[in-house]
């Protein structure tokens, strides 16, 4: 009998020039707590190209090459598992797991939710990374309520897009930072002011801010702390990882200790200003999926996608992404 086979996009070695190369490998078979998902489409992250090139990362992702990159999907569930209750066959799922630029991938129940009913796959494969990532750092970590006001940088990004609209579902006043071409997109997602970042310093117009949520890192994270009240918040996604996320990871004690050496001029920044700084990885979630499955479906937020590329452009779809000027999330349309 023939093993099955699929096709996936394999990272082969880490560094500068990693490529992402599509290769037909072996079809991913399922454990008892797990579901194998026929993946539609799935969507593009920078954290995808960060891992493949090394560095830093593989304090954190160090994926035994060859790997198949990504991370979002939306699909179809074509296996369950002896112990999975909570989904079927059938059921069309959304979720978050390394190897999702595959034709098929497994996933526990952990990993996946079900699908916003009234969405395409490549709407879905937008969400899972960039709503985990507002939710966990908006809601968890800077537990921003009504009134507040807070900061998210690059509004018009892929993160951006969505975490205006959830901070506005939140009750919270939004700043944003983007480009004059992109001032009515961030409006329209509810953003409250608006600052041209090749035009006007953030820290130079905006004061008093309960929190901030750092998408840039640089010379942007630490400006951040200028604009903050006491006791203020700053949250990064692209900023330096410290012992506190190395904690949270479970990582061994030499590398917290590593990183509580890398990031002590930004903790002892956020003390001359009073203010706390917490950088995080995002954690999957399927009660945090299935509320935000909620708030799609309400209609209180919605997708924001600029481009969507064929599976076997996914190299171009990953060096558009490093580019810096998506609009919204770049997706990849795997099965039809």
Avoid at 154 to 162: E, K, N, Q, R
Wanted: no cysteine; charged share 20%; aromatic share 8%.
């Amino acid at each position: 009998m023939a093993k099955r086979k699929m096709r996936a996009i394999i990272n082969k070695k880490y560094g500068k020039h990693a490529k992402a190369e599509l290769k037909e490998i072996k079809r991913p078979k399922i454990k008892d707590n797990q579901v194998l998902i026929k993946v539609h489409a799935a969507s593009v992250n920078p954290v995808d190209y960060k891992i493949a090139q090394g560095g830093v990362m593989r304090l954190f992702f160090n994926y035994k090459t060859p790997y198949v990159m990504g991370h979002d999907f939306a699909g179809e569930i074509v296996e369950v598992g002896k112990h999975v209750s909570a989904f079927q066959i059938g059921d069309n799922v959304y979720g978050l797991k390394p190897g999702a630029f595959a034709e098929y991938i497994t996933a526990t129940q952990n990993q996946i939710a079900a699908m916003p009913h009234h969405l395409s796959y490549e709407e879905a494969a937008s969400l899972p990374m960039i709503g985990l990532t507002s939710y966990q750092a908006l809601n968890d970590v800077m537990h921003l309520t009504k009134d507040q006001k807070v900061l998210i940088q690059a509004g018009s990004g892929g993160v951006g897009t969505f975490a205006i609209q959830l901070a506005k579902v939140l009750g919270a006043y939004v700043a944003t930072t983007t480009s004059s071409k992109n001032h009515e997109l961030v409006k329209s997602l509810g953003a409250d002011h608006i600052i041209d970042y090749r035009h006007q310093n953030f820290a130079d117009s905006l004061t008093h801010y309960d929190g901030v949520f750092d998408t840039l890192g640089g010379e942007n994270l630490f400006s951040a702390f200028k604009i903050l009240k006491p006791l203020g918040k700053v949250v990064s996604i692209n900023g330096i990882p410290d012992a506190q996320t190395a904690k949270d990871l479970k990582l061994p004690l030499w590398k917290r200790l590593l990183l509580k050496f890398a990031s002590r001029k930004i903790h002892r920044t956020a003390r001359q200003y009073h203010a706390s700084y917490r950088f995080i990885f995002t954690q999957d979630s399927r009660l945090q999926l299935n509320k935000i499955r909620q708030l799609i479906e309400s209609g209180k937020i919605k997708p924001v996608i600029d481009l969507t590329f064929d599976f076997e452009e996914t190299d171009q779809a990953l060096a558009y992404l490093q580019q810096g000027h998506a609009t919204g999330k770049v997706v990849i349309r795997i099965t039809r």
